[in-house]
């Protein structure tokens, strides 16, 4: 049984137009070339999808060069889409054929000449970063290229990450957004000067909360049948769904769960053990890491000379000071309290600690001028799901002290304090 779902194409960046035009290296003569960063909603080519997607989170970001009056627009994503007749599920879900779970999710930079889809396409950035002589874009190409052709990367949509924030992800995600963040990096490593742009380079994240993580023996054939039998069910939940493209992804954040996830850098599928409300898809428009690591193995370093054991003597242990926690109450201006996440929202952030048990209990303690209760975000979709946080109609139901009522779904808002632009 052959089983893939063009439903699945909600999540590709192109709606009519081919993706990539397979353009080689740009011949700039020796003026300056601008690097520019621009973001902006999922399927915005469709402004009322485009609108329901920015809020809740889902943007697609890419770069641009210029000299002059020539522009180059400059994408990273599933090189599968650019195949003759390709799958428009390649590279989110796998092809089902007689048992076997097959991936095509190669990811590749492509260019594309002239600024793809206009200009006012790109409402959530437009910015230059970065101006650059022919020689330094050069090294940049090179880079490029180099990265195309032996580093192939693996397209993953989800990253999963510790419920409680101890650790770095289980399993890292590759969108897009990498591959705009990957020129940032490489042009701050050659010691060009960066301009931040205006939305502080956020990138969209598809989030997976877990409790742990445990690697799946594909070589079990009862292992094996079970993660099958997922994505059977994934295609079939997603078959169910109607509307426009804008409400099918918002359904999906709100009904899949993941029980299992693929990730394509080391061909491992990992069962996830969440909590009741754990495994779902959540969208977030947060900072991108600085650096964000490229895919690939660790290069090993060369064996050091071991020379003979000289005894040291054992020094006393030093006594470790206990560090302090922030000052002041919940739901406070960064830095959060210990027990506490920062989550990004709308134009600044909130300290929501996590609802505890089952009853859902939450601190209470708060800034002066809140004069509401602190409730339990039980929304799916809300960037503060699963959080404790003050609802609010407007900045005068929030902290005195710079309190702004900040959007998080279109039914409720929730209290925080404006991001600081550093």
């Not at 192109?14 to 990539?20: A, E, G, R, V």
């Not at 003569?29 to 915005?44: E, G, H, M, T």
């Not at 079939?236 to 109607?242: E, H, L, T």
Request: with cysteine; hydrophobic share 35%.
């Amino acid at each position: 049984m052959n089983r893939s779902l063009a439903l699945f194409a909600v999540f590709h960046t192109s709606l009519s137009q081919q993706w990539c035009a397979g353009v080689d290296q740009p011949n700039f003569n020796d003026d300056p070339i601008d690097i520019i960063y621009v973001q902006a909603p999922l399927f915005s080519v469709n402004p009322d999808i485009g609108d329901q997607l920015g809020k809740l989170g889902l943007h697609h970001t890419a770069t641009m060069f210029k000299q002059g009056d020539e522009y180059f627009t400059l994408e990273f994503d599933l090189a599968a889409q650019n195949k003759p007749n390709a799958s428009s599920t390649s590279g989110f879900l796998p092809v089902i054929d007689n048992g076997e779970l097959i991936w095509d999710n190669d990811a590749r930079w492509c260019l594309w000449p002239g600024v793809l889809w206009g200009q006012e396409h790109w409402s959530t950035a437009y910015d230059t970063i970065a101006t650059v002589t022919k020689s330094q874009f050069d090294g940049l190409y090179k880079f490029i290229q180099t990265h195309n052709s032996t580093s192939v990367s693996k397209y993953n949509m989800f990253r999963v990450a510790t419920t409680l924030g101890l650790q770095d992800d289980y399993v890292p995600d590759v969108t897009c957004a990498n591959g705009a963040i990957w020129v940032r990096d490489y042009l701050d490593s050659q010691g060009i000067a960066l301009q931040e742009p205006s939305n502080r380079w956020k990138v969209t994240r598809l989030t997976l909360n877990a409790l742990s993580v445990s690697k799946v023996d594909m070589t079990d054939s009862k292992r094996k049948d079970e993660v099958v039998k997922f994505y059977l069910t994934l295609y079939d939940s997603i078959s169910k769904m109607s509307g426009n493209i804008g409400e099918k992804i918002i359904a999906l954040m709100q009904s899949l769960h993941f029980n299992y996830v693929y990730e394509g850098q080391t061909d491992t599928y990992w069962k996830l053990v969440s909590l009741v409300y754990g495994g779902f898809p959540k969208p977030g428009f947060s900072l991108a890491p600085k650096p964000w690591p490229l895919p690939g193995p660790p290069v090993p370093s060369p064996p050091t000379p071991t020379p003979n054991p000289v005894p040291v003597p054992t020094p006393l242990p030093l006594p470790v000071p206990t560090p302090l926690p922030p000052t002041g109450n919940h739901y406070g201006s960064p830095p959060c309290q210990l027990d506490e996440d920062e989550i990004a929202l709308d134009a600044g952030v909130v300290c929501a600690p996590l609802c505890s048990g089952l009853v859902a209990r939450c601190p209470q303690d708060m800034p002066a001028g809140i004069s509401d209760s602190a409730s339990c975000d039980g929304a799916s979709k809300a960037a503060t799901h699963k959080h404790c946080i003050i609802k609010c109609d407007s900045d005068a139901d929030c902290a005195s002290d710079g309190g702004v009522c900040l959007v998080d779904t279109k039914y409720h808002n929730a209290c925080g304090f404006p991001s600081v632009v550093v």
